[in-house]
């Protein structure tokens, strides 16, 4: 490394975000970049660990510690100390199609792993990443590839979220046809419809759409794949097939009144915000709107904190957000040391804007719903929830969540959003490919040494959250990359991904 001691010399500095109120004003990233000075300066400060675990990606405690992708981190963070933002750029790109998603959704693995954080601050890993992506697309550095030789195979992927757009860039680079098949208006699945705009602009989106575009792969919108007669055309066209279509079953809650109106899932209301922002800015008032409204948000991951971030830019008259599980601790336990992922409390975006809005933060824990209450019109108004308290079962040993009697108390729900997560992938989508899944609903694939990705049916392989379920972008990314790997290898005998 450049800087043997820059651990030492600099302390950590991350780009400043724009204050709660300021930014609710509007659906646009709030993070205000370092300059390339002050950048180069973060870079200094990794260590050139004997062993980087930022980079392992492997399961430590149950949980994975490190990049899922294997980043080259150590190597790009010598070359943003020293100013070679080119250089950072094809370290980078060796191990991560698309770091300027990873960049900005990611949760950063990799910096809890960081051994600088065993004793102090993190490297800024993460931002790191994004600064050097950027830099290169504001010098166009990033220019579409020419391919010189194609193979003549034809291979389509089903979905345009992170796991098909790995596979389809890889494959395209190899040399490969790839046709993309989305079902909605706009390509990037998850990236362009589950993730708000603040977290991810949607030009961000485009401008990778539009690379890959310009290097040779096809997108074709607005084309789902329902029914079997028309996977069995894909089946007759293409050489392989690639199912890349996510986790779409979102996980529901059965207490009396769910069916009134005004209960969405989460990913419905982000996904109604996100297009009519791109298609009207807004105006068009068809949207679900959370303005003047008692908002409940019940689940407390990500999507329940975009939910809360998302109504309080709406305008919301309330916003109460509902955890089953007890509060974490600030700080690591004993039993979960560095470096393990760090199961301690996150205080994201979302509910930082709430507290500055309403004066308190919206989570509230080991807290479920037992009832809705609705108008005689048939539209929720109230919700009863009920306190939960955690008890091991004698015969398995397992902690369960139980209601505390008479813990009831009922409040104002004029919007409901369930963020409980997704069960698994669309079983009509799997029919019609006839491929079998396995009891979470996921896409079953073969685990010999040769296929991890090959489905039950020949030329059809699988990736990210399809297969896997629900899990992070970056997961999704290594899914895709791994299944172009195997599709490559089954159309040419060898590969050299």
Not at 79 to 102: C, I, M, Q, S
Not at 329 to 344: C, D, G, K, M, T
Request: proline share 4%.
């Amino acid at each position: 490394m450049g800087m043997s001691t820059g651990f030492l010399k600099y302390e950590k500095r991350t780009s400043e975000a724009l204050e709660p109120l300021e930014r609710i004003k509007n659906f646009n990233e709030f993070h205000i970049a370092l300059s390339k000075e002050e950048q180069m300066e973060q870079g200094a400060r990794c260590m050139d660990c004997g062993v980087p675990f930022c980079q392992s990606g492997m399961v430590i405690g149950s949980m994975v510690s490190g990049c899922p992708l294997n980043n080259l981190v150590p190597e790009w963070n010598d070359l943003v100390y020293h100013g070679n933002y080119k250089a950072a750029l094809k370290r980078l790109l060796k191990r991560d199609n698309f770091p300027e998603f990873t960049a900005r959704v990611c949760p950063a693995l990799c910096e809890k792993a960081c051994t600088c954080s065993l004793n102090g601050d993190s490297v800024s890993i993460r931002e790191n990443e994004l600064a050097i992506i950027e830099e290169a697309f504001d010098n166009r550095f990033m220019q579409p590839r020419k391919i010189v030789n194609r193979s003549g195979k034809r291979i389509a992927v089903v979905g345009s979220g992170p796991a098909g757009l790995a596979a389809a860039d890889q494959l395209n680079i190899r040399g490969h046809q790839v046709e993309v098949f989305e079902k909605n208006d706009r390509a990037g699945g998850l990236l362009m419809y589950g993730i708000p705009n603040m977290k991810l602009e949607k030009h961000i989106i485009k401008r990778r759409i539009d690379l890959m575009t310009a290097e040779g792969v096809q997108f074709k919108m607005n084309k789902g794949i329902s029914g079997k007669k028309q996977a069995e055309e894909l089946m007759r066209d293409y050489d392989a097939v690639i199912l890349a279509c996510g986790a779409s079953q979102p996980r529901d809650i059965k207490v009396p009144g769910r069916e009134g109106k005004g209960i969405y899932f989460a990913v419905d209301f982000l996904t109604s915000t996100t297009k009519s922002l791109l298609d009207h800015f807004l105006e068009e008032g068809t949207y679900i709107s959370a303005k003047d409204k008692n908002v409940l948000v019940i689940g407390g991951g990500d999507t329940g904190n975009d939910c809360v971030g998302t109504a309080v830019r709406h305008g919301a008259k309330s916003v109460i957000q509902l955890e089953m599980m007890p509060k974490l601790p600030e700080e690591r336990l004993e039993n979960n040391p560095w470096p393990e992922w760090p199961v301690i409390l996150k205080t994201d975006y979302g509910q930082e804007e709430a507290a500055a809005v309403f004066g308190k933060d919206p989570r509230e824990y080991q807290t479920t719903v037992k009832e809705f209450i609705c108008d005689k019109e048939g539209h929720v108004k109230q919700a009863v929830l009920v306190k939960l308290e955690a008890k091991t079962d004698e015969k398995t040993g397992r902690t369960r969540m139980e209601e505390v009697p008479g813990s009831e108390k009922t409040i104002a729900a004029d919007l409901v959003l369930i963020a409980a997560g997704f069960l698994g992938c669309e079983t009509e989508l799997a029919r019609s490919f006839g491929v079998e899944t396995d009891e979470r609903t996921n896409v079953k694939t073969h685990r010999t040494p040769e296929y991890l990705y090959k489905t039950s049916r020949d030329k059809v392989f699988a990736a990210g959250d399809m297969r896997r379920g629900q899990s992070l972008v970056v997961w999704a990314i290594r899914e895709g990359r791994e299944a172009a790997r195997e599709v490559d290898q089954y159309l040419m005998g060898y590969t050299n991904l």
